[in-house]
């Protein structure tokens, strides 16, 4: 499987904004999709923002507009930028990558998102 990095989560203010970053162990033009999820307490994990080579992105209805999605192909990385962040985006956020083929996903450990009212 992938390793994956997340990093740049925290503590911040509603109306602020983060950057989260995933650094993957294998380049990112061999997965046919990356993204982000996340999973709030007692709540099930829900999608992000994915995507998939090829294609556009793909955002969830509660963060479009707010949140963008992009790599950085030569650090195999996959960023997320957060703006204008709400209470409700409170959640461990993860990385997924996904191969193309039939091998497994991979996921990192997951960066912790506090949003303060």
């Known amino acids: 499987q992938v390793q994956l990095v997340e990093s740049g989560g925290g503590l911040v203010q509603a109306g602020g904004s983060l950057r989260l970053s995933c650094v993957a162990s294998a380049s990112i033009l061999r997965a046919i999709g990356m993204g982000w999820y996340r999973q709030a307490p007692g709540k099930q994990r829900e999608l992000v923002a994915i995507?998939?080579?090829?294609?556009?992105?793909n955002y969830a209805d509660s963060v479009k507009g707010r949140f963008t999605l992009s790599t950085d192909n030569a650090k195999n990385t996959v960023y997320l930028q957060m703006n204008s962040l709400k209470p409700e985006d409170t959640a461990v956020y993860y990385c997924?990558?996904?191969?193309w083929g039939t091998g497994p996903d991979s996921w990192g450990q997951g960066t912790q998102v506090t949003v303060s009212s």
């Open positions: 997924l990558y996904r191969p």
């Open positions: 995507t998939a080579t090829g294609r556009s992105t």
